[in-house]
């Protein structure tokens, strides 16, 4: 009974390089979610997927970012050409579900930092 | 534009006192609101939630208060413990075809013993 897991849990890397950042889900959730989470602030969603499918990703801040999921459980989180801005703790989260009412499972994040 | 908006920033409470958080909301298409908890370093944890057509939910120690005409609500924490301080960040989020949740600024809570 494994919850969300992401990896790396911290990751520091250099302005302008790529990054990826992996999250596997809780078994048997078919919804999966990426939120962002600047210091001080609350978790910004930034893409959701049902199965293999990007049902959301209006939430991406621009085209340097892209997420894959394609088995339908674990998802990648890929930043092109980082800015220090980028720097926040990305979180994954996962549900039974795409109802509103199904709780949606939160992993511990990677602190993203760009120097 | 911040579509949830919470007070205050940062709480100290005694033990033992009611901790009590604020939140408002302008989407009238919300219907599902949660409340989670965040320890350093930890991602936020599901703590209780509501449903609009109630206007009180508790659960142990931990209670929502809704307002739907005002579009309110807040959590209230009884007899608050040293374990309960947290980052707490109210949520709220749509029907389905929009299930993303939408968070607060969080609110640092502090449990003096």
């Known amino acids: 009974g494994a919850g969300v897991s992401q990896t790396p849990s911290n990751k520091v890397t250099e302005k302008g390089k790529y990054v990826e950042l992996r999250c596997d889900p809780i078994?048997?959730?078919?919804?999966l979610y990426w939120y962002r989470q600047s210091l001080g602030q609350g978790p910004e969603f930034l893409i959701y997927?049902?199965?293999?499918?990007?049902?959301?990703d209006s939430g991406l801040p621009n085209d340097r970012f892209f997420a894959v999921r394609p088995e339908g459980s674990v998802s990648t989180l890929k930043i092109q050409r980082t800015e220090r801005g980028d720097s926040a703790v990305y979180l994954c989260?996962?549900?039974?579900?795409?109802?509103?009412?199904?709780?949606?499972?939160f992993g511990p994040g990677t602190r993203l930092t760009v120097l | 534009q911040q579509q949830v908006k919470q007070s205050p920033q940062s709480l100290i409470v005694q033990k033992g006192g009611i901790s009590i958080i604020n939140c408002a909301y302008e989407?009238?298409?919300?219907?599902?609101f949660p409340w989670y908890q965040q320890f350093p370093g930890k991602g936020p944890a599901l703590l209780i939630a509501?449903?609009?057509?109630?206007s009180e939910k508790k659960e142990g120690r931990f209670t929502i208060s809704f307002n739907k005409s005002a579009k309110q609500f807040s959590l209230h924490i009884m007899d608050s413990q040293p374990g309960d301080s947290a980052t707490y960040f109210c949520?709220?989020?749509?029907?389905?075809?929009?299930?993303?949740?939408?968070f607060g600024t969080g609110t640092r809570l502090t449990v003096i013993p």
């Open positions: 989260a996962s549900s039974f579900g795409l109802h509103s009412y199904n709780e949606q499972f």
């Open positions: 078994s048997g959730h078919t919804a």
């Open positions: 989407n009238t298409a919300f219907d599902y």
């Open positions: 509501i449903r609009p057509d109630v």
């Open positions: 949520a709220a989020r749509g029907e389905t075809g929009a299930n993303n949740l939408f």
């Open positions: 997927f049902q199965g293999t499918g990007a049902a959301d």
